[in-house]
């Protein structure tokens, strides 16, 4: 009896051992991720050209390329609120790629209101929707 015992522990112990652990990303819920502006908020006078910081809680950044759960780039968009999820990104006059892994910009806008809206986008430009995107308005003197 005593044989059996420890044959079935030893078993379980190769088993526990033989699994791999959860990495730290996985424990990340969807309401952990956000992106922000961490030196503007909304309703800012800036006069041009200023600088953007850009922030992200629960994700990597990384330049562009692959597409990695957990990884990504910034994108700002002017004038825009958000991109639909999993919709590339296009490069445009109000649609700007920090595609090597940029945390901050200077933009040089016309004096004006705007919403400025960071929308976090995987390794190939898609948007990874709503829930990593945010948007404040801005007046440009």
Known sequence: M?????????????????????????????NDKKVFFPDLKDGDTLTSPFLVKM???????????MSRGGFGHHHILVNRKGWLINKIIPMSDSTFHY????TEATLELAPGKYILTLQFGDGIHASLGEELATSINIIVQ
């Open 2 to 30: 005593n044989k059996y015992f420890l044959g079935f522990l030893l078993l379980g112990v190769i088993i526990s051992c033989s699994h791999p652990k959860p990495k730290a990303e996985q424990y990340i819920s969807e």
């Open 99 to 102: 595609g090597n892994g940029q």
């Open 55 to 65: 922030g992200v809680e629960g994700m990597k950044i990384e330049p562009a390329g």
